[in-house]
């Protein structure tokens, strides 16, 4: 019996550990931003997306910064589940699916 107790609080305590261990990994996905552009962006342009993205989603945010040619010109921004694209490849994708 006093084993049962023991091993049914075990597993309340994993519980309890997995549950914190997954909304850590969510926080952070919220504190992550990924921007990606058809060309290297400017300093200054660099610091105006991080200052929005702070505006937006709260300080402490981790910004990184990848060329995707493909992208053709403009922006595409993830944070989490949020996704911003102002692309162009997304602009034609959009235009293309009107025809």
């Known amino acids: 019996m006093v084993q049962s107790v023991l091993g049914s609080k075990r597993r309340g305590h994993l519980a309890l550990a997995s549950e914190f261990e997954r909304l850590v990994k969510l926080d952070q996905l ?33 910004t990184s910064f990848t060329e995707t040619p493909a992208l053709i010109g403009g922006m595409r921004i993830s ?3 949020d996704v911003y694209d102002g692309s162009v490849k997304a602009g034609l994708a959009t235009l293309e699916q009107s025809f």
């Open 30 to 62: 919220q504190h992550t931003a990924r921007v990606e552009s058809a060309v290297t962006l400017s300093p200054e342009l660099r610091m105006q997306v991080e200052a929005g993205l702070a505006r937006m989603y709260g300080p402490g945010m981790h």
């Open 79 to 81: 944070v989490a589940s």
